[in-house]
Protein backbone atom coordinates (compact mmCIF):
# COMPACT_ATOMS: atom_id res chain seq x y z
CA UNK A 1 0.00 0.00 0.00
CA UNK A 2 2.88 2.56 0.33
CA UNK A 3 3.86 1.82 -2.99
CA UNK A 4 0.95 2.88 -4.35
CA UNK A 5 0.38 5.90 -2.64
CA UNK A 6 3.86 6.96 -3.67
CA UNK A 7 2.85 5.63 -7.05
CA UNK A 8 -0.30 7.91 -7.18
CA UNK A 9 1.74 11.21 -5.92
CA UNK A 10 4.04 10.02 -8.98
CA UNK A 11 1.03 10.34 -11.49
CA UNK A 12 -0.36 13.36 -10.09
CA UNK A 13 2.76 15.06 -10.26
CA UNK A 14 4.38 13.53 -13.46
CA UNK A 15 2.01 12.15 -15.62
CA UNK A 16 4.32 11.75 -18.37
CA UNK A 17 6.86 9.18 -15.98
CA UNK A 18 6.18 5.51 -16.48
CA UNK A 19 5.48 3.37 -12.96
CA UNK A 20 6.33 -0.06 -12.66
CA UNK A 21 5.14 -1.47 -9.56
CA UNK A 22 7.09 -4.64 -8.75
CA UNK A 23 5.97 -7.73 -5.78
CA UNK A 24 6.34 -11.45 -5.27
CA UNK A 25 4.16 -13.80 -6.60
CA UNK A 26 3.29 -15.25 -3.63
CA UNK A 27 2.57 -12.10 -1.85
CA UNK A 28 -0.61 -10.65 -1.33
CA UNK A 29 0.76 -7.78 -4.39
CA UNK A 30 -0.39 -10.89 -6.68
CA UNK A 31 -3.98 -10.27 -6.10
CA UNK A 32 -3.92 -6.33 -5.32
CA UNK A 33 -1.43 -5.43 -8.31
CA UNK A 34 -3.98 -6.79 -11.15
CA UNK A 35 -6.80 -4.77 -9.57
CA UNK A 36 -4.31 -1.52 -10.11
CA UNK A 37 -3.98 0.58 -13.34
CA UNK A 38 -0.37 0.41 -13.29
CA UNK A 39 2.06 -2.05 -15.23
CA UNK A 40 3.77 -4.37 -12.89
CA UNK A 41 6.10 -7.40 -12.64
CA UNK A 42 6.00 -10.46 -10.23
CA UNK A 43 8.88 -11.73 -9.07
CA UNK A 44 9.84 -15.63 -7.97
CA UNK A 45 10.43 -14.16 -4.68
CA UNK A 46 10.01 -16.05 -1.07
CA UNK A 47 10.60 -15.15 2.26
CA UNK A 48 13.48 -15.85 4.53
CA UNK A 49 11.62 -18.29 6.83
CA UNK A 50 12.97 -17.75 10.23
CA UNK A 51 10.66 -20.50 12.32
CA UNK A 52 10.28 -23.18 9.44
CA UNK A 53 14.21 -22.60 8.97
CA UNK A 54 14.41 -25.93 6.27
CA UNK A 55 12.12 -24.13 4.00
CA UNK A 56 14.74 -21.96 3.44
CA UNK A 57 16.80 -25.03 1.48
CA UNK A 58 15.12 -23.76 -1.56
CA UNK A 59 16.81 -20.34 -1.48
CA UNK A 60 20.36 -21.32 -3.70
CA UNK A 61 18.15 -22.29 -6.59
CA UNK A 62 15.81 -19.50 -6.14
CA UNK A 63 18.55 -16.99 -6.12
CA UNK A 64 19.63 -17.69 -9.38
CA UNK A 65 16.13 -17.64 -10.57
CA UNK A 66 15.41 -14.48 -8.84
CA UNK A 67 18.57 -12.50 -9.86
CA UNK A 68 17.97 -13.80 -13.59
CA UNK A 69 14.48 -12.32 -13.50
CA UNK A 70 15.79 -8.94 -11.48
CA UNK A 71 18.24 -8.53 -14.02
CA UNK A 72 15.93 -9.26 -16.91
CA UNK A 73 13.48 -6.54 -15.37
CA UNK A 74 16.04 -3.59 -15.13
CA UNK A 75 17.29 -4.28 -18.30
CA UNK A 76 14.24 -4.25 -19.99
CA UNK A 77 12.67 -0.73 -17.79
CA UNK A 78 16.37 0.74 -17.55
CA UNK A 79 14.85 2.84 -14.52
CA UNK A 80 15.75 5.73 -13.86
CA UNK A 81 15.26 5.31 -10.14
CA UNK A 82 14.53 2.23 -7.93
CA UNK A 83 12.43 2.85 -4.30
CA UNK A 84 11.66 -0.30 -2.11
CA UNK A 85 8.77 -0.02 0.23
CA UNK A 86 9.58 -3.70 1.99
CA UNK A 87 8.88 -7.09 1.47
CA UNK A 88 10.86 -10.01 0.35
CA UNK A 89 10.27 -8.91 -3.02
CA UNK A 90 12.24 -5.35 -3.00
CA UNK A 91 15.31 -6.52 -1.44
CA UNK A 92 16.78 -7.75 -4.30
CA UNK A 93 15.48 -5.09 -7.00
CA UNK A 94 16.98 -2.58 -4.58
CA UNK A 95 19.98 -4.13 -4.35
CA UNK A 96 20.66 -5.38 -8.22
CA UNK A 97 19.63 -1.29 -8.84
CA UNK A 98 22.30 -0.21 -6.68
CA UNK A 99 24.61 -2.31 -7.80
CA UNK A 100 24.77 -1.29 -11.44
CA UNK A 101 24.42 2.08 -9.94
CA UNK A 102 20.85 3.03 -10.28
CA UNK A 103 19.55 6.28 -8.15
CA UNK A 104 17.43 3.76 -5.36
CA UNK A 105 15.68 5.34 -1.80
CA UNK A 106 14.10 3.02 0.89
CA UNK A 107 10.94 3.99 2.29
CA UNK A 108 10.53 1.95 6.10
CA UNK A 109 7.55 2.22 7.37
CA UNK A 110 7.91 0.43 10.63
CA UNK A 111 9.92 1.78 14.22
CA UNK A 112 11.80 -1.72 13.82
CA UNK A 113 13.17 -1.51 10.74
CA UNK A 114 12.75 -4.38 8.40
CA UNK A 115 15.69 -7.18 6.98
CA UNK A 116 15.55 -5.10 3.54
CA UNK A 117 16.46 -1.97 5.09
CA UNK A 118 18.93 -2.98 7.59
CA UNK A 119 20.86 -5.04 4.98
CA UNK A 120 20.50 -2.23 1.83
CA UNK A 121 20.83 0.98 4.31
CA UNK A 122 24.85 1.68 3.35
CA UNK A 123 24.07 0.87 -0.13
CA UNK A 124 21.55 3.10 -1.20
CA UNK A 125 21.15 7.05 -1.64
CA UNK A 126 18.55 7.71 0.50
CA UNK A 127 16.10 6.47 3.31
CA UNK A 128 12.94 7.18 4.15
CA UNK A 129 12.14 6.92 7.73
CA UNK A 130 8.15 6.80 8.67
CA UNK A 131 9.65 7.29 12.03
CA UNK A 132 12.67 8.64 13.75
CA UNK A 133 13.15 6.32 15.76
CA UNK A 134 14.41 3.50 13.39
CA UNK A 135 17.35 5.99 12.49
CA UNK A 136 19.17 4.20 15.44
CA UNK A 137 19.30 1.14 14.35
CA UNK A 138 20.05 1.59 11.12
CA UNK A 139 24.00 1.17 10.26
CA UNK A 140 24.16 3.71 7.10
CA UNK A 141 26.73 4.02 4.35
CA UNK A 142 28.58 6.99 4.04
CA UNK A 143 26.86 8.49 0.59
CA UNK A 144 23.91 7.32 2.29
CA UNK A 145 21.24 10.39 3.48
CA UNK A 146 18.48 9.12 5.83
CA UNK A 147 15.18 11.58 5.65
CA UNK A 148 12.49 11.63 8.17
CA UNK A 149 9.67 11.87 5.56
CA UNK A 150 6.68 9.90 7.61
CA UNK A 151 4.46 6.82 6.02
CA UNK A 152 2.83 7.58 2.73
CA UNK A 153 -0.82 8.16 3.38
CA UNK A 154 -3.74 10.05 1.73
CA UNK A 155 -4.35 12.77 3.93
CA UNK A 156 -6.99 13.22 6.46
CA UNK A 157 -9.95 15.75 5.08
CA UNK A 158 -12.33 16.87 7.69
CA UNK A 159 -14.77 18.06 5.48
CA UNK A 160 -15.53 14.26 5.24
CA UNK A 161 -16.82 13.97 9.04
CA UNK A 162 -20.38 15.24 8.60
CA UNK A 163 -20.98 13.23 5.89
CA UNK A 164 -19.41 10.05 7.68
CA UNK A 165 -21.87 10.32 10.46
CA UNK A 166 -24.55 10.64 8.32
CA UNK A 167 -23.26 7.87 6.79
CA UNK A 168 -23.19 5.52 9.91
CA UNK A 169 -26.20 6.90 11.29
CA UNK A 170 -24.31 8.23 14.83
CA UNK A 171 -25.38 10.23 17.56
CA UNK A 172 -23.39 13.49 17.59
CA UNK A 173 -23.62 13.53 21.40
CA UNK A 174 -21.98 10.04 21.99
CA UNK A 175 -18.15 8.74 21.97
CA UNK A 176 -17.16 6.65 19.10
CA UNK A 177 -15.15 3.84 19.43
CA UNK A 178 -13.58 2.56 16.14
CA UNK A 179 -12.28 -1.35 16.33
CA UNK A 180 -10.17 -2.59 13.67
CA UNK A 181 -7.59 -5.26 13.02
CA UNK A 182 -6.33 -4.54 9.67
CA UNK A 183 -7.97 -5.56 6.50
CA UNK A 184 -7.50 -9.40 7.53
CA UNK A 185 -8.83 -9.07 11.47
CA UNK A 186 -7.65 -10.05 14.13
CA UNK A 187 -9.25 -12.98 16.00
CA UNK A 188 -8.08 -12.40 19.70
CA UNK A 189 -9.22 -8.83 19.45
CA UNK A 190 -12.40 -9.44 17.80
CA UNK A 191 -12.95 -11.80 20.87
CA UNK A 192 -12.21 -9.92 23.82
CA UNK A 193 -14.50 -6.70 22.13
CA UNK A 194 -17.18 -9.51 21.55
CA UNK A 195 -17.39 -10.08 24.97
CA UNK A 196 -17.22 -6.92 26.54
CA UNK A 197 -19.76 -6.14 24.61
CA UNK A 198 -21.68 -8.86 25.90
CA UNK A 199 -21.17 -8.16 29.35
CA UNK A 200 -21.14 -3.66 29.36
CA UNK A 201 -24.50 -3.47 27.24
CA UNK A 202 -25.49 0.16 27.00
CA UNK A 203 -21.52 1.36 27.40
CA UNK A 204 -22.38 4.39 26.45
CA UNK A 205 -20.43 4.30 23.24
CA UNK A 206 -20.92 3.86 19.64
CA UNK A 207 -18.93 1.17 18.28
CA UNK A 208 -17.72 0.74 14.57
CA UNK A 209 -16.23 -2.78 14.47
CA UNK A 210 -14.17 -3.84 11.60
CA UNK A 211 -14.14 -7.51 12.16
CA UNK A 212 -11.80 -8.32 8.85
CA UNK A 213 -13.60 -10.85 6.58
CA UNK A 214 -12.12 -14.31 7.77
CA UNK A 215 -14.46 -13.76 11.19
CA UNK A 216 -16.96 -11.47 10.21
CA UNK A 217 -20.09 -13.97 10.64
CA UNK A 218 -18.67 -14.70 14.02
CA UNK A 219 -19.49 -11.47 15.02
CA UNK A 220 -22.10 -9.89 12.66
CA UNK A 221 -24.79 -11.01 15.52
CA UNK A 222 -23.55 -7.97 17.88
CA UNK A 223 -24.81 -5.72 14.52
CA UNK A 224 -27.38 -3.58 16.31
CA UNK A 225 -27.06 -0.04 14.58
CA UNK A 226 -26.55 2.55 15.77
CA UNK A 227 -25.08 1.58 19.02
CA UNK A 228 -23.18 -0.97 17.48
CA UNK A 229 -22.19 -1.67 13.87
CA UNK A 230 -20.19 -4.80 12.43
CA UNK A 231 -18.69 -4.64 8.85
CA UNK A 232 -16.61 -7.24 7.81
CA UNK A 233 -14.36 -4.88 5.89
CA UNK A 234 -14.81 -0.53 6.17
CA UNK A 235 -14.39 1.13 2.77
CA UNK A 236 -13.38 3.96 2.84
CA UNK A 237 -11.47 3.45 6.12
CA UNK A 238 -11.15 7.84 6.35
CA UNK A 239 -15.07 7.67 7.16
CA UNK A 240 -14.51 5.74 10.73
CA UNK A 241 -10.77 7.75 11.61
CA UNK A 242 -12.77 10.78 10.65
CA UNK A 243 -15.97 10.25 13.46
CA UNK A 244 -13.80 8.32 15.84
CA UNK A 245 -12.86 9.42 19.93
CA UNK A 246 -10.69 6.73 20.73
CA UNK A 247 -9.37 3.23 18.46
CA UNK A 248 -8.86 -0.21 19.12
CA UNK A 249 -6.25 -1.76 16.74
CA UNK A 250 -3.19 -3.59 15.67
CA UNK A 251 0.40 -2.09 15.28
CA UNK A 252 0.62 -2.50 12.15
CA UNK A 253 2.68 1.22 11.28
CA UNK A 254 0.55 2.58 8.40
CA UNK A 255 -2.70 2.17 10.79
CA UNK A 256 -0.92 4.39 12.68
CA UNK A 257 0.14 6.59 10.54
CA UNK A 258 -3.50 7.30 9.93
CA UNK A 259 -4.85 7.49 13.26
CA UNK A 260 -2.02 10.11 14.18
CA UNK A 261 -2.92 11.88 11.16
CA UNK A 262 -6.09 12.16 11.88
CA UNK A 263 -5.65 13.02 15.78
CA UNK A 264 -7.29 9.46 16.93
CA UNK A 265 -5.94 8.35 20.78
CA UNK A 266 -5.60 4.75 20.44
CA UNK A 267 -4.90 1.35 22.41
CA UNK A 268 -2.84 -0.89 20.28
CA UNK A 269 -2.46 -4.25 20.45
CA UNK A 270 0.56 -5.48 18.81
CA UNK A 271 0.03 -8.88 16.51
CA UNK A 272 2.36 -10.94 18.48
CA UNK A 273 3.43 -13.46 15.77
CA UNK A 274 4.34 -10.83 13.26
CA UNK A 275 8.13 -10.50 11.72
CA UNK A 276 10.29 -10.11 14.08
CA UNK A 277 7.62 -8.43 16.99
CA UNK A 278 7.89 -5.50 14.49
CA UNK A 279 4.40 -4.35 15.90
CA UNK A 280 5.60 -3.87 19.52
CA UNK A 281 7.81 -1.20 18.90
CA UNK A 282 5.42 0.37 16.82
CA UNK A 283 2.60 0.55 19.73
CA UNK A 284 5.21 1.44 22.10
CA UNK A 285 6.64 4.62 20.36
CA UNK A 286 3.14 5.86 19.88
CA UNK A 287 2.73 4.99 23.72
CA UNK A 288 5.80 7.52 24.87
CA UNK A 289 4.45 9.93 22.71
CA UNK A 290 1.46 9.96 25.07
CA UNK A 291 -1.09 9.51 21.85
CA UNK A 292 -1.85 5.62 22.80
CA UNK A 293 -2.11 3.28 25.23
CA UNK A 294 -0.01 -0.28 24.71
CA UNK A 295 -1.81 -3.51 25.54
CA UNK A 296 0.33 -6.85 24.72
CA UNK A 297 -1.98 -9.61 23.66
CA UNK A 298 -0.44 -11.70 26.32
CA UNK A 299 -2.70 -9.40 28.83
CA UNK A 300 -5.60 -8.89 26.34
CA UNK A 301 -9.09 -10.45 28.29
CA UNK A 302 -12.39 -9.02 28.25
CA UNK A 303 -12.23 -7.83 31.80
CA UNK A 304 -8.40 -5.90 31.25
CA UNK A 305 -9.75 -4.41 27.75
CA UNK A 306 -12.89 -2.74 29.46
CA UNK A 307 -10.96 -1.40 32.52
CA UNK A 308 -8.79 -0.01 29.66
CA UNK A 309 -11.74 1.48 27.42
CA UNK A 310 -13.80 2.55 30.37
CA UNK A 311 -10.75 4.29 32.21
CA UNK A 312 -10.45 6.60 29.13
CA UNK A 313 -14.17 7.10 27.56
CA UNK A 314 -14.60 8.45 31.10
CA UNK A 315 -11.45 10.96 30.65
CA UNK A 316 -12.54 13.20 28.22
CA UNK A 317 -9.50 15.34 28.90
CA UNK A 318 -6.93 12.33 28.71
CA UNK A 319 -8.94 11.63 25.06
CA UNK A 320 -8.27 15.07 24.23
CA UNK A 321 -4.37 15.22 25.50
CA UNK A 322 -4.00 11.83 23.73
CA UNK A 323 -5.30 13.22 20.34
CA UNK A 324 -2.93 16.15 20.78
CA UNK A 325 -0.42 14.04 21.05
CA UNK A 326 -1.32 11.61 17.80
CA UNK A 327 -1.17 14.72 16.14
CA UNK A 328 1.84 15.79 17.19
CA UNK A 329 3.09 12.20 15.50
CA UNK A 330 1.15 12.77 12.68
CA UNK A 331 2.77 13.28 9.25
CA UNK A 332 -0.44 13.93 6.69
CA UNK A 333 2.14 15.46 4.23
CA UNK A 334 4.10 12.51 3.93
CA UNK A 335 3.85 11.98 0.61
CA UNK A 336 4.77 15.74 -0.74
CA UNK A 337 8.32 15.03 1.37
CA UNK A 338 8.88 11.96 -0.66
CA UNK A 339 7.98 13.54 -3.57
CA UNK A 340 10.43 16.11 -2.72
CA UNK A 341 12.84 13.43 -2.50
CA UNK A 342 12.10 11.82 -5.66
CA UNK A 343 12.40 14.96 -7.23
CA UNK A 344 15.86 15.30 -6.44
CA UNK A 345 17.07 11.91 -6.64
CA UNK A 346 15.59 11.64 -10.17
CA UNK A 347 16.78 14.81 -11.36
Known amino acids: MPALAIADAIRRHHPDWRVVLVGASRGVESAILPTRDYPYELLPAEPIYRRQWWKNVRWPLLAVRLARAVDRLLDREQPALVIGTGGYAAGPVVWRAARRGIPTAIQEQNAYPGLSTRLLARRVREVWLGVPEARALLKIGVKTSVIDTGNAIAPPDPGRRDAA ?142 EVLGGLLRSPGRLDQMAQAALGRGRPDAVERIMERIGVLSG
Open 165 to 306: RWRFGLDPWKPVLLVTGGSQGALAINQAVGTWLERERGTGVQVIWATGKATYSQFQRFHRPPDVQVFDFLDPMADAYAVAQLAVSRGGMMTLAELCAWGVPSVLIPLPTAAADHQTPNAMVLADAGAAIHLPQSELTPDRLG
